[in-house]
């Protein structure tokens, strides 16, 4: 295909967040939506989604029985491996194939919406009048590398963000993720949480996800940390005895980062006339890790920014400031979840955790 020379606006990144920007974006005008990967892509992630993301979701179509795996609905459960103790709760996730649930996200965009796989974002500059956007291409004709001007971009391209590191903010410390999937039967409807410090100082938590005849079992591993590899392999050695998987099962390994948010500071609305959304600008729960709600909202709200004050056609300020202004409830949820971090993820706060009534426990799983 070819490339116009001007969009109103392009995303970049094909995850929740993007879709959502591209959705309430293309009220102004033409959208380019890039994806570096090829599509559907897969993104390491478990595939749950939360009661915010349920409640969003329903409010702009059904989500369909395909994408749903078995079992259907997930109970979050905290695990004390070392001290041996569960503490199940009532909250309740969706379990879902992430691959399909991108793709069908993807079905909601309207037909001016252009969408380009396997296109990578180079770089950009702006002006007062617009945003000048190298692309870096194997789906289009011509050179491999393209300049498309538009009037606003949106960054949704995940924790490690290039559309960021182009703008003059803050960037973002990173927890390193590895998860696996592996045969296991039998399991137990809970997405569990595994804190054990037989691991290791720098294991964050490990999780466990039954999905379709599959074992997910994952790590998640402090900024900095070395030989992750290692510890996680560690780790599922340790956890098999309780969860059955064999010992030469693994069908598939993934690595990702996720963002630590370690203030409100962290949370950038973006520059001029680039916005931000999702994990590109910091919009995640620092207690929980759950990005998809966050990811949903936020490009939705990126979207609306540009449809409803991008026809001003003055220097984009009044873009940026309305989508700054409508992030205040986000960042404040997140500023309330910064709270309990430091005590959630202390050994004392995990110990609490394992000794606290399950009434507690299941209180403060809903506050995270």
């Given at each position: 295909?070819?490339?116009k020379s001007h969009y109103g606006t392009i995303v970049v990144g094909a995850g929740p967040a993007g879709v959502l920007a591209s959705v309430y974006a293309s009220a102004y005008g033409d959208v380019l939506l890039v994806e570096?990967?090829?599509?559907?892509?897969?993104?390491?992630?478990?595939?749950?989604?939360?009661?915010?993301?349920?409640?969003?979701?329903?409010?702009?179509?059904?989500?369909?029985?395909?994408?749903?795996?078995?079992?259907?609905?997930?109970?979050?459960?905290?695990?004390?491996?070392?001290?041996?103790?569960?503490?199940?709760?009532?909250?309740?996730?969706?379990?879902?194939?992430?691959?399909?649930?991108?793709?069908?996200?993807?079905?909601?965009?309207?037909?001016?919406?252009?969408?380009?796989?396997?296109?990578?974002?180079?770089?950009?500059?702006?002006?007062?009048?617009?945003?000048?956007?190298?692309?870096?291409?194997?789906?289009?004709?011509?050179?491999?590398?393209?300049?498309?001007?538009?009037?606003?971009?949106?960054?949704?391209?995940?924790?490690?963000?290039?559309?960021?590191?182009?703008?003059?903010?803050?960037?973002?410390?990173?927890?390193?993720?590895?998860?696996?999937?592996?045969?296991?039967?039998?399991?137990?409807?809970?997405?569990?949480?595994?804190?054990?410090?037989?691991?290791?100082?720098?294991?964050?938590?490990?999780?466990?996800?039954?999905?379709?005849?599959?074992?997910?079992?994952?790590?998640?591993?402090?900024?900095?940390?070395?030989?992750?590899?290692?510890?996680?392999?560690?780790?599922?050695?340790?956890?098999?005895?309780?969860?059955?998987?064999?010992?030469?099962?693994?069908?598939?390994?993934?690595?990702?980062?996720?963002?630590?948010?370690?203030?409100?500071?962290?949370?950038?609305?973006?520059?001029?006339?680039?916005?931000?959304?999702?994990?590109?600008?910091?919009?995640?729960?620092?207690?929980?890790?759950?990005?998809?709600?966050?990811?949903?909202?936020?490009?939705?709200?990126?979207?609306?920014?540009?449809?409803?004050?991008?026809?001003?056609?003055?220097?984009?300020?009044?873009?940026?400031?309305?989508?700054?202004?409508?992030?205040?409830?986000?960042?404040?949820?997140i500023r309330r979840r910064l709270l309990y971090f430091p005590l959630l993820n202390s050994h004392f706060g995990k110990v609490l955790g394992s000794v606290a009534p399950n009434f507690v426990v299941d209180k403060v799983a809903h506050q995270i």
């Amino acid at each position: 295909m070819e490339l116009k020379s001007h969009y109103g606006t392009i995303v970049v990144g094909a995850g929740p967040a993007g879709v959502l920007a591209s959705v309430y974006a293309s009220a102004y005008g033409d959208v380019l939506l890039v994806e570096s990967m090829s599509l559907p892509r897969e993104k390491s992630c478990g595939g749950m989604l939360n009661e915010y993301s349920q409640a969003f979701l329903n409010s702009v179509s059904k989500l369909p029985a395909e994408l749903v795996c078995e079992p259907e609905w997930i109970n979050f459960r905290y695990f004390n491996w070392d001290m041996q103790v569960k503490k199940p709760t009532k909250l309740r996730f969706m379990n879902v194939d992430r691959v399909k649930f991108d793709d069908w996200l993807m079905s909601m965009l309207p037909s001016n919406v252009t969408v380009l796989g396997q296109t990578r974002f180079c770089g950009c500059t702006q002006d007062e009048q617009g945003v000048d956007v190298t692309l870096k291409s194997s789906a289009v004709a011509g050179a491999q590398e393209h300049s498309v001007r538009c009037d606003f971009l949106v960054g949704a391209d995940g924790p490690r963000s290039s559309v960021r590191r182009c703008l003059p903010v803050s960037q973002l410390s990173l927890y390193k993720t590895l998860q696996e999937f592996v045969p296991a039967s039998g399991m137990e409807p809970y997405f569990d949480c595994l804190y054990s410090r037989k691991i290791g100082d720098n294991y964050g938590y490990g999780y466990t996800i039954p999905k379709d005849g599959m074992c997910i079992i994952g790590s998640v591993f402090f900024p900095g940390s070395k030989n992750c590899l290692e510890a996680h392999e560690k780790a599922v050695d340790e956890f098999r005895s309780y969860y059955g998987y064999g010992s030469q099962q693994l069908r598939r390994r993934e690595a990702w980062t996720a963002v630590k948010v370690n203030s409100t500071k962290d949370i950038v609305g973006g520059h001029g006339r680039v916005l931000l959304a999702g994990e590109a600008g910091g919009i995640m729960s620092p207690s929980s890790g759950e990005g998809i709600s966050f990811a949903m909202n936020s490009g939705k709200l990126a979207g609306l920014a540009i449809a409803t004050q991008g026809k001003h056609r003055g220097d984009g300020t009044e873009v940026l400031e309305a989508y700054r202004a409508s992030l205040k409830p986000i960042k404040g949820n997140i500023r309330r979840r910064l709270l309990y971090f430091p005590l959630l993820n202390s050994h004392f706060g995990k110990v609490l955790g394992s000794v606290a009534p399950n009434f507690v426990v299941d209180k403060v799983a809903h506050q995270i």
